[in-house]
C-alpha cells in the first residue's frame, strides 16, 4: 500500500511538472528589418574624421575627412547575433581632443563610446540581441 501511494504521489507530481508551459518565448528572433544610425560628434568646430562603418548591405563603407558632426542612416535586415558598427578616428588630434560615437536601432541608443586624447576614437560595436 505504501508503494502504492508513493507511486501516486510520484507520478502526480511529474504530470504536474511535465505539462508546464514550455518556454517558446526564448527563441531567437529571425531576421527582420531595422533601421541602423551612426551618430558622430566632436566639440570640435570644424574638425573632421575619417570613419569605417558597417553599411546597409552589411559591407564596409570607408570615408575620409569628414566634417563633424556626422549621421549615417539606413535600413538593413539583422538577425540575432549579427553586429553592426563603426569606427571613428578625429583627424589632428591633441590631448584635449574628444569624439563621441552613437548607435541607434530603431531610434533607440544601444551603445555610446566617447574617446579623447591625441588618438581620439571611437570603435563600437552591438551584437543583435
Not at 551603445?111 to 563600437?124: C, F, H, L, M
Request: with cysteine; hydrophobic share 35%; aromatic share 6%.
Amino acid at each position: 500500500m505504501k508503494k502504492l501511494a508513493y507511486l501516486l504521489l510520484t507520478g502526480s507530481v511529474l504530470a504536474f511538472t511535465g505539462c508546464s508551459k514550455d518556454d517558446d518565448d526564448n527563441k531567437p528572433a529571425g531576421p527582420r528589418e531595422r533601421e541602423v544610425e551612426y551618430r558622430i560628434s566632436t566639440p570640435t568646430s570644424g574638425a573632421t574624421a575619417d570613419i569605417i562603418y558597417a553599411n546597409e548591405t552589411g559591407g564596409t563603407t570607408i570615408l575620409d575627412n569628414v566634417a563633424l558632426p556626422k549621421t549615417y542612416k539606413f535600413k538593413r535586415t539583422l538577425k540575432q547575433g549579427e553586429a553592426v558598427n563603426f569606427l571613428a578616428q578625429l583627424d589632428g588630434a591633441t590631448a584635449s581632443s574628444e569624439i563621441t560615437g552613437t548607435i541607434l536601432l530603431d531610434g533607440t541608443q544601444v551603445k555610446t563610446e566617447t574617446g579623447r586624447g591625441n588618438s581620439a576614437q571611437v570603435n563600437i560595436v552591438y551584437v543583435i540581441q
